[in-house]
């Protein structure tokens, strides 16, 4: 499960019940020798645990593998991970120059893998403005920049054989299996780069006006136009899909500044035709998932695959 780097508001429900997210000190010997054999000993002031209370009733409570440390050179965060995230971490974004969380290493206790990354406190990016996107088009366009045409193919051949399947389940859809094959086959020469994988607003922070990017855990080298479609597909005036505002003026801002940044890129027309298709594969995903109750994804899948086929 998923975890904001920032912690909602509380709600009060009519039985008096809190509703949100909450640090508690309940924090495991276990837990504090993690901390301390990737940040090193006496470095630790003190931890506290996320847990969320997330309906009116005592039972609807959770607690997640993320804790909040506090240490004499500032907040951390210690959460399981995968091997992927770490790895991109380690391999891709240990870099000052990038606006990620930094990293302080990981600790593999059995079949669990924990990393350390610095606390980074602000808003997600849910109320767009003008300046936002253009942050984030600057913070996204220069980890693009430094591995385009990334040879490492282990993220894109696990990405490949996804899309492949999701085509085998909307291929029945006349108008939309069409389009979907022409988005299936550009991916295989499609430029790559280093990509977030859920390159969505609320995993941005905007920190004192640098919008950092989190959770790489489906990052790698895939085609440079999924994170830049991802971020504006979800996105509407109404707040249609997800709670997240971007007008259609922003969403041309955040893409022409994208493409204005990048050193190595194919022509304006082909851009665009690629942030198309792109756009295409995140409704599908979910029609495939069965998360579009209203159809919503459907509408717009099947008028964004007739510009694409005609």
Same mark, same amino acid.
């Given at each position: 499960m998923r975890v904001p780097a920032f912690f909602y508001k509380k709600l +009060? #429900?009519?039985?008096g019940m809190e509703v949100g997210q909450f640090e508690i000190d309940e924090v495991s010997e276990k837990i504090q020798s993690i901390a301390e054999n990737i940040l090193g000993s006496g470095i630790v002031e003190s931890m506290s645990g996320i847990c969320e209370q997330y309906g009116p009733n005592e039972d609807e409570f959770r607690k997640?593998?993320?804790y909040k440390i506090k240490t004499k050179n500032g907040k951390r965060i210690m959460k399981k991970a995968s091997e992927r995230e770490a790895s991109n971490y380690e391999k891709y974004l240990n870099s000052e120059s990038f606006n990620v969380p930094k990293y302080y290493g990981r600790y593999?206790?059995?079949?669990? +893998? #924990?990393?350390?990354?610095?606390?980074?406190?602000?808003?997600?990016l849910r109320d767009m403005t003008d300046d936002?996107?253009?942050?984030?088009?600057?913070?996204?366009?220069?980890?693009?920049n430094a591995y385009w045409d990334g040879g490492d193919t282990e993220r894109f051949d696990t990405y490949i054989q996804r899309?492949?399947?999701?085509?085998?389940?909307?291929?029945?859809?006349d108008v939309i299996g069409k389009a979907y094959k022409v988005f299936l086959d550009r991916q295989l020469e499609c430029p790559r780069t280093m990509s977030n994988g859920d390159f969505m607003e609320f995993n941005t922070l905007?920190?004192?006006?640098?919008?950092?990017?989190?959770?790489w855990g489906f990052g790698g080298i895939m085609p440079y136009s999924l994170d830049i479609a991802r971020f504006i597909a979800h996105a509407t005036e109404n707040r249609a899909t997800f709670p997240f505002y971007m007008n259609d003026n922003q969403k041309k801002i955040f893409v022409d500044r994208v493409y204005e940044l990048l050193r190595k890129k194919p022509d304006y027309e082909q851009y665009l035709y690629d942030i198309k298709l792109a756009i295409l594969n995140e409704y599908v995903e979910f029609i495939e998932a069965d998360e579009d109750d209203d159809h919503w994804y459907l509408?717009?899948?099947?008028?964004?695959?007739?510009?694409?086929?005609?």
């Open positions: +009060l #429900w009519g039985n997640y593998d993320v593999v206790d059995g079949k669990n +893998l #924990w990393i350390i990354l610095e606390s980074i406190e602000g808003d997600d936002l996107v253009i942050k984030a088009a600057e913070s996204i366009a220069a980890i693009q899309i492949q399947k999701r085509y085998s389940f909307i291929k029945s859809n905007n920190h004192e006006g640098t919008v950092y990017i989190i959770d509408e717009h899948a099947r008028a964004l695959a007739k510009e694409i086929v005609e």
